[in-house]
């Protein structure tokens, strides 16, 4: 799997805040944003086949 370059603009107390984050975990801005976008991306996926499996059982 190859990469790609994602460029974002946010405000920079927002850019602190995320830094802060990344920080306490040891991590760096980008792995942290990249984790955070991934388990968003997890939980969306998890509902969604909760609620397919609840529609099925019903």
Known sequence: ???DVLSL???GE???????H???R???VQDYVIKTL???DFDERFK???EKTE???G
Do not use: C, P, S
């Not at 927002?14 to 802060?20: E, H, N, P």
């Open 1 to 3: 799997m190859g990469t």
């Open 9 to 11: 603009r946010i405000d």
């Open 14 to 20: 927002l850019l602190d805040r995320v830094r802060a």
């Open 22 to 24: 990344a920080a306490r």
């Open 26 to 28: 040891g991590m760096t």
């Open 38 to 40: 991934v388990r968003e």
């Open 48 to 50: 969604t086949a909760v």
């Open 55 to 57: 529609r099925f059982y």
